[in-house]
């Protein structure tokens, strides 16, 4: 039974919350497919993303290696460049969930360092470490898109199982028996009625 007296009224409530439970729930089932197929597209860049990291990460690492050998430890060098604070956030949303958008200044390069006791592998080392803190960025952003995107459809899911499985049910059994009751009554009218015209007549 439900916990609402069964009149009209009532009924026509329940019906109105049944028919918004019922658009809320394909509200959530469309946001929660369009959310599955952003992050989809964002974990397959991720994946090519990875793999360029990988290779440049590789390149950077061996052209260090030569600078090394060829100049003694770099660290003292290293010191020469300066702090970079060009990385900027900005952010997106797709259906309500903030995705971030990082962004570097695309300065062109120029040697922080001198070209007295320095070489070429050492340029090479720097130009292959900058590229890596692009990707690295670039990955950042992906990651964490993803992350968002898979925790925003988590909630989406439990939102709309919610309204699938109780809400939807219990508002369809609510309609079922007060119309039952409603009918009842009707029919027990209608035959009282009946009695009271056999008798009168």
Avoid at 35 to 54: F, H, K, V, Y
Avoid at 69 to 98: F, P
Avoid at 99 to 109: G, L
Wanted: aromatic share 6%.
């Amino acid at each position: 039974m439900p916990n609402v007296i069964p009149t009209k009224g009532n009924l026509m409530a329940i019906k109105r919350s049944l028919s918004l439970a019922r658009l809320g729930f394909d509200l959530m089932d469309r946001k929660r497919n369009i959310l599955i197929r952003e992050m989809m597209s964002l974990i397959d860049r991720a994946t090519e993303i990875q793999g360029r990291i990988d290779s440049v990460f590789r390149d950077a690492y061996a052209s260090l290696q030569k600078a090394n050998i060829t100049l003694g430890n770099c660290a003292d060098i290293a010191q020469c460049v300066s702090l970079d604070e060009s990385l900027q956030i900005h952010h997106r949303s797709v259906m309500g969930v903030e995705i971030p958008r990082v962004s570097m200044e695309d300065k062109p390069f120029s040697n922080p360092y001198g070209f007295a006791f320095t070489n070429s592998m050492l340029d090479n080392a720097t130009l292959q470490f900058i590229r890596v803190k692009q990707l690295i960025c670039e990955l950042a952003e992906v990651e964490t898109s993803i992350y968002r995107l898979a925790f925003a459809i988590k909630k989406t899911q439990k939102r709309a199982n919610a309204l699938s499985n109780i809400i939807i049910p219990g508002f369809t059994a609510d309609v079922a028996v007060i119309t039952d009751a409603l009918e009842e009554k009707d029919r027990e009218e209608f035959v009282r009625l009946k009695v009271i015209k056999a008798q009168s007549g």
